[in-house]
């Protein structure tokens, strides 16, 4: 019988060299060379399952994407699948680098917008990546309406997509070196934010405004979702069962 | 006589090159082919003034500093030095991809953060760029304050990181292809932002809340400062005469 050989099991053990790579010497220390050493393996071999430097920022960022999806179902298990006040922070914080595993997922997400322009694969995942983002920021500023903590007047469009980039923000400063932001100034942040949002907004300059709100302008909104997953389970096919499923929180 | 060669006006022939490739295919097209073809010299020539791909990274820095800061003064003159209700708003416009020499200015800032790691020069010129950026940010946040327009139990620091954290991802979403937000979505944004700002933050869970207020808890404050410009005018040596000044405003 020919030999069988395991490729899920291979590329696992890839993946756990890659991150303990990334984890010691952090995500642009990632190489062929580097992953191979330790992993025990010959640098051809892992060409076998990394051609370009581009599939392994990919591997890496649907690693990284498994992992935040498995800390979601995680959370939702947790609390029985209802929204509690906590929710939405307990959620944000998935994404964000507060300790070390999720310094280098961010590092990998960083490494993949700043390789988006590289070929088509990259692009597509960037894409694939923000939409996924993007649904998750939109599922938080829903359960802060359910929660009674959206200011009435708020456009969840301009909110989101408000959200969104605080978020990418706070990740950029939070694993520059040395660091724009300390995880607890992340959690400050956050803390203000969050806040903020349960309150009104200055209405006195609505008119200047170029917010959007209802069905008809929504379809105009000036804040354009890049990208809304065809599946909310499996958006980057990682092969986790579940997935991430805040539609039902 | 020796002949004088005018290495100044030469590196400005290379920077406008590079600028046209920059706004003509995006800043990810630069690089030492496509520059040296644009501007009509031979590679060998041009490398004379860029020896690696980070020394080009720099200049294009720079340059793109220098623009902001042109801006800056030119603000300041029109404006007579005066901050009124509409100067937050104008000042951090310019730090952002709205329109497409912004947006080349934008991509440049994106190359950096994501080439800080790879040696001294650009990791300083990262440091030096986020603390001006820093720098900016604290001074609007100070204007808003004096015109009125900051709650009055908000914390400046870290309004100031939270802030430039949103900028941070409003860059970064606003240069994604397809764009995660456009310039219309980036204005209602910060619209709704500044509009925040002079509004009062829920402190109900005050106690809960690692925010920081007052001169001892500033000095630990959770939201670390990565830079301070040791000087206002000359920041990243860019050569111009006067340099962002807001601290006058």
């Known amino acids: ?34 992953v191979a050493r330790e992993a025990g393996w010959s640098p051809g071999a892992l060409r076998h399952y990394f051609a370009t430097s581009g599939e392994m920022i990919a591997f890496a960022v649907e690693w990284a994407v498994r992992q935040v999806r498995q800390r979601f179902d995680a959370l939702d298990a947790a609390r029985g699948g209802a929204v509690t006040p906590a929710t939405p922070l307990e959620i944000l914080e998935q994404l964000l680098p507060l300790d070390a595993n999720r310094r280098v997922e961010s590092e990998a997400w960083l490494t993949l917008v700043s390789n988006a322009h590289v070929g088509a694969q990259l692009r597509e995942q960037r894409r694939e990546v923000d939409g996924l983002i993007r649904y998750v920021v939109r599922t938080v500023i829903r359960q802060l309406d359910d929660l009674g903590r959206l200011a009435a007047h708020r456009d969840p469009e301009v909110e989101t997509a408000r959200l969104h980039a605080l978020l990418d923000g706070l990740v950029v400063q939070g694993i520059a070196d040395p660091p724009g932001v300390t995880p607890t100034g992340i959690r400050a942040v956050l803390h203000q934010h969050l806040d903020d949002l349960a309150h009104q907004a200055d209405l006195t300059h609505q008119a200047d405004r170029p917010t959007a709100r209802g069905t008809e302008e929504q379809r105009n909104s000036p804040c354009r979702d890049v990208a809304q997953p065809s599946s909310h389970s499996q958006p980057l096919r990682t092969g986790t069962a579940d997935g991430v499923d805040l539609a039902s929180t």
Chains 1, 2 share one sequence.
């Open 1 to 34: 019988m020919p030999k069988v050989v395991d490729h899920e099991a291979r590329r696992e053990e890839l993946a756990d060299a890659m991150w303990r790579v990334a984890l010691r010497d952090g995500f642009p220390a990632v190489s062929v060379r580097t």
